[in-house]
Each structure stands twice: as C-alpha cells, then as structure tokens.
C-alpha cells in the first residue's frame, strides 16, 4: 500500500485518483483490493497491467480536472479492450482533491503508527468515507441494479515479502 503514504506527497502537486479493483468475475489480472495511484505526473502501483490499465490511467487523468463524482466502471477482458483474460473487472475511480492533503498527512501519519485504514464508498458522494480504525474488516462489494455499496480495509502488513522470478511466478 505504498500509495497511501505517496498521496500526500502527489496532492501537494495538485489532485490526484484513485483507481481501485472493486470486483472480479472470472480470470483477471489483479484481485479486488488492487489499488493504483494516478496524478498528472506520475503512477503509484498497478491494477495488471495491458490495455485495461492504460484505459483506467486516462481516465482517471481526466477526472483530475473534473471533480468527477465516486463512478463504478464495468470492463469485460475480451478482444473489445484488447484483453485475452476474459473475465470482468469493476473498477471505482475516486479523486482526491489537493484540498484534502492535510487529511491525508494525518492518514498516513496513522497508517505508520500501525492504524488500519477504512473506505465506504457509495454512488452519488464525491469521495470516500475514509477513517483510520483499530480493527480491519472483510473487503465487502455488493451491487443492486444501478446501486452499489463498496468497503475497504487496508492494514499495514506484519512484514513485507518479495518474491522474485521470471514469468508467472
């Protein structure tokens, strides 16, 4: 999760999105939970990878300069967007706007002290409910017609792991 302590740096630049894997149906290249961090400048992280990343960046770029709202996107990994995965991705694109840097200082100054952190994002609302909290819940997406409810835990991990090696490791 190192974009959580990369944000407040990026929002000192101007706003920057949140692109997350919200759902997988089928094969896909990242599991939900996948978070990537996009700003004018530069990428924190990725969702997998292909023309589905490369779609999800210009996105999430032009929300940079819109204020977009929460939005849930469905892609199909299929020959339409140039995927040979061929399951479904839901992705939610959020923005941060540089407004909200000193929330996001004290984030991440909680993350290091070893706070999970917790998101409840639903449609209609400009951003995330984030909050820092003791315990960590279950990633929980659940989607209704056009409705849609979306929570999300991050948690610093005990240690991190490396694993190296060529191809699918």
Do not use: N
């Amino acid at each position: 999760h190192g974009w959580i302590e990369e944000l407040p740096r990026r929002l000192a630049a101007g706003p920057a999105a949140l692109v997350t894997v919200a759902h997988v149906e089928g094969s896909a290249p990242r599991e939900a939970g996948t978070v990537m961090l996009v700003s004018a400048d530069g990428i924190v992280g990725t969702i997998g990878g292909g023309h589905l990343e490369f779609q999800a960046i210009r996105e999430a770029r032009e929300r940079l300069t819109d204020a977009s709202p929460l939005e849930l996107r469905r892609y199909a990994l299929g020959p339409s967007l140039g995927q040979c995965c061929g399951g479904v991705v839901w992705l939610l694109f959020e923005t941060i706007p540089a407004t909200a840097r000193s929330d996001w200082m004290a984030f991440a100054s909680q993350w290091r002290a070893g706070k999970s952190l917790a998101r409840r994002a639903r449609p209609g609302k400009a951003m995330s409910a984030w909050e820092a909290v003791a315990q960590r819940q279950p990633l929980a997406f659940e989607l209704r017609g056009e409705s849609w409810t979306f929570d999300q835990d991050f948690t610093r991990e005990p240690f991190p792991i490396h694993v190296f090696g060529a191809g699918h490791v």
